[in-house]
């Protein structure tokens, strides 16, 4: 198994540009997360998603759009980049679960993207 | 709302050395607790985990016990390894069925030789 695969693996866009990250996951996940980590900030909740074709806002989901057509994928959509969102992303998966649950995220290698 | 705390690094140590890293939380009802590691250049790995209050979660010579009194879930390991360098962030799950963490700001280990 792959686990959680992330493509590209570092992107460079000029301000205004747009592009979309991919997050694919072949664990049978319900759940999906973007994040954004930032240096000195730990990682920051862009959007997630608990199941095929539902989504919701996390802590800052300004500026990005998000897509789970698949149940496998999570794609993050930026419409016109902005130096702001230059940025480690780190998308994750886990299975449902109860109020309270251990279950534990698991993370793919990241997405290094610069803005200038 | 829900936060997370932990102790500014970096945090430099000789090989061999006690390691303890301070995580603090603030959250309602009775959250799960996590610690994850990032190696260079990769994403994040759980290390270690705790469910409910007095529990201990352990892996690979690090240990966490959940201490609902003092709201806190400190990382420690009796001797480190120069393989053990490394950013560790604590985090947390609170109540409902969304699965969201919320994140410490990470604290990064540096183990010398």
């Known amino acids: 198994n792959a686990g959680v695969t992330q493509t590209p693996k570092f992107r460079v866009l000029k301000t205004g540009q747009s592009m979309t990250l991919l997050c694919a996951q072949d664990m049978n996940h319900e759940y999906m997360y973007w994040y954004r980590q930032d240096p000195g900030m730990g990682l920051r909740l862009i959007h997630y998603?608990?199941?095929?074709?539902?989504?919701a806002k996390g802590e800052v989901p300004d500026g990005y759009n998000v897509s789970r057509l698949k149940k496998q994928n999570f794609l993050l959509g930026l419409e016109s980049a902005a130096p702001s969102q230059t940025s480690v992303y780190f998308c994750?998966?886990?299975?449902?679960?109860?109020?309270?649950?251990?279950?534990?995220?698991?993370f793919g290698p990241g997405t290094r993207l610069t803005v200038l | 709302g829900d936060s997370v705390t932990q102790m500014e690094g970096p945090v430099t140590l000789s090989e061999e050395a006690f390691l303890t890293i301070n995580c603090t939380y603030t959250a309602t009802g009775y959250p799960s607790l996590f610690w994850y590691v990032q190696y260079p250049g990769e994403g994040l790995q759980l290390l270690l985990k705790?469910?409910?209050?007095?529990d201990k979660g352990s892996n690979k010579g690090f240990e966490a016990t959940y201490r609902k009194e003092t709201t806190s879930f400190h990382l420690e390991k009796g001797s480190v390894q120069v393989s053990d360098s490394a950013v560790y962030f604590c985090a947390l799950r609170g109540s409902g069925n969304t699965g969201k963490l919320i994140f410490g700001q990470g604290t990064t280990l540096q183990v010398k030789p």
């Open positions: 998603s608990v199941g095929e074709g539902t989504t």
């Open positions: 994750a998966s886990s299975y449902s679960m109860p109020s309270g649950g251990g279950n534990e995220q698991f």
């Open positions: 705790a469910t409910k209050a007095d």
